[in-house]
């Protein structure tokens, strides 16, 4: 018999038959957590080193490129095999990633790493929800969940100022070596659980979703498209940008639900509220510890300390909307209110540079966008489950990650540039035209926020 059906039902994630495998998994979720957070705190560093700053924003945006695809032949290919196979490939792909990127020698090199390991973290993340649902009975899947989300708060306490002085100390490149060191023995505690995962029958498991596939590698082209143009002439750049748009555009389209682009009210709004937001947010916080570092004259370590703040009000503010629940404050007006609260953020971050502010203000202004990003992420999962016919909840889950890696490109690709045409690091200008792009699209959110929750919605 299998643990959820063997196990009394008092037990829980931390009870004897899924010790290792909630802690192997958490583990795996904190290390990309890690990972995500220190590449943010040392890129600086390694645009310089490797004399890469012109591909900046390409570094941030190349996982995502490549997490899309992952994410889509992930959910079909864990639908065919089981997630067993799915698993162990993703953790390759994301750990040679990793090995690539910590022995890169310059910048291209760098970037193939973190093609790899994008492409490997998407296709995990999907898969390892798979798993949740075959190794732990229903009653327990919150509780996995929550662990997972747990998994993101101790990096974000230790990671951005760990990376800073291990890359003061002896390197960048140890940072991710020490990342990779890390998620061998996390995979190594979860194997005992991939053995007793079960593969669909033959005439179960659905056919390729070959169409999605396609889609979603012509939208990570276009995305890595976008992220390129800066290298071109001013006219070919203009180019390329609507060329690489409406290819963006055509193939997001099967990827998200009918009238995202458009805001139509309901699930596809909460869909472009997700893109829009996250990648308002992300496109900022790439560029914080660099203009920290260059304007301010801080380490690695103490500008990383502005992503804690960060995460820190994130998880806050998510552990606070969930205490209040629905009705103290009802879904529609927290959607505006979180979204609000992140164009303050960006907006604080934009001001503070343009006027030399002290960098506790910046910090300051972070802790504001970090809690409204925590005010409003949760209730998009919600939201998009309780909406979505019991046969699309897959596809809507998916469609809001989508959108998250999508939009977080995109506006990569916008900040990218603007940070060159302004003449990157060594202009003050060029840090604010960033910010001041972040603040374009979060304030597009704050518009489109009102269609979110329609009323007769049953929000």
């Known amino acids: 018999m299998s643990p959820s059906t063997s196990t009394a039902p008092t037990s829980g994630v931390l009870s004897p038959p899924w010790l290792l495998t909630t802690l192997g998994m958490c583990a795996i979720i904190g290390i990309a957590a890690f990972e995500s957070l220190a590449v943010t705190t040392v890129m600086p560093t390694i645009a310089r080193e490797l004399d890469g700053e012109r591909l900046y924003s390409l570094a941030f945006a190349a996982p995502l490129a490549t997490g899309l695809v992952g994410m889509v032949v992930g959910g079909t290919w864990a639908d ?23 022995l890169a020698p310059d ?36 509780s996995v969940f929550a662990g997972f989300a747990a998994a993101w708060v101790l990096p974000s306490l230790v990671g951005p100022p760990l990376a800073g002085w291990v890359t003061q100390a002896v390197g960048w490149h140890w940072v991710f070596v020490g990342a990779l060191g890390l998620a061998v023995p996390a995979f190594l505690v979860i194997l005992p659980s991939l053995r007793t995962l079960t ?42 940008v609507v060329a690489a748009g409406v290819v963006l555009v055509v193939a997001l389209r099967p990827l998200l639900p009918p009238g995202t682009l458009t ?47 960060g995460a820190l009000s994130w998880a806050a503010g998510s552990w606070l909307q969930g205490r209040l629940g629905e009705d103290r404050v009802p879904q529609a007006t927290g959607i505006r209110l979180g979204v609000l609260l992140v164009l303050v953020g ?41 909406w979505a016919d019991e046969r699309e909840r897959g596809f809507a889950s998916s469609s809001l990650s989508i959108a998250d890696s999508a939009g977080s490109a995109v506006v990569l690709a916008l900040t990218g540039v603007a940070f060159g045409l302004l003449g990157g690091s060594g202009e003050t200008l060029s840090f ?25 919605l049953g929000a």
């Open 80 to 102: 065919r095999a089981g997630p067993r196979v799915v698993v162990v490939t993703s953790v390759l792909l994301f750990a040679v990633g990793l090995l690539v990127v910590g």
């Open 199 to 240: 593969v669909p029958a033959p005439e179960e498991r659905p056919p390729w979703a070959r169409g999605r596939i396609a889609w979603s590698g012509a939208a990570a082209v276009a995305v890595l498209a976008l992220n390129l143009v800066s290298e071109l002439p001013p006219v070919a750049t203009v180019v390329a």
């Open 107 to 142: 910048m291209l090199v760098l970037l193939v790493g973190r093609l790899v390991q994008g492409a490997g973290s998407g296709a995990v993340i999907v898969a390892l929800y798979v798993m949740v649902a075959q190794v732990y009975p229903p009653r327990l899947h919150a």
């Open 432 to 456: 604010v035209a960033v910010f001041a792009v972040a603040v374009v699209v979060a304030a597009v959110a704050v518009v489109a926020s009102g269609r979110a929750v329609p009323r007769g």
């Open 263 to 309: 805001a139509r009210p309901g699930l596809p709004t909460l869909v472009l509220l997700r893109g829009l937001i996250g990648g308002a947010f992300l496109g900022a916080e790439a560029y914080l510890p660099f203009m920290l570092m260059a304007e301010h004259d801080l380490s690695e370590s103490v500008a990383g300390l502005v992503l804690t703040v």
């Open 346 to 386: 960006v907006a604080v971050a934009a001001a503070s540079t343009a006027l030399g502010l002290h960098p506790v203000v910046v910090a300051a202004g972070w802790l504001v966008g970090g809690a409204g990003m925590g005010f409003t992420y949760p209730r998009f999962s919600v939201l998009a489950l309780r």
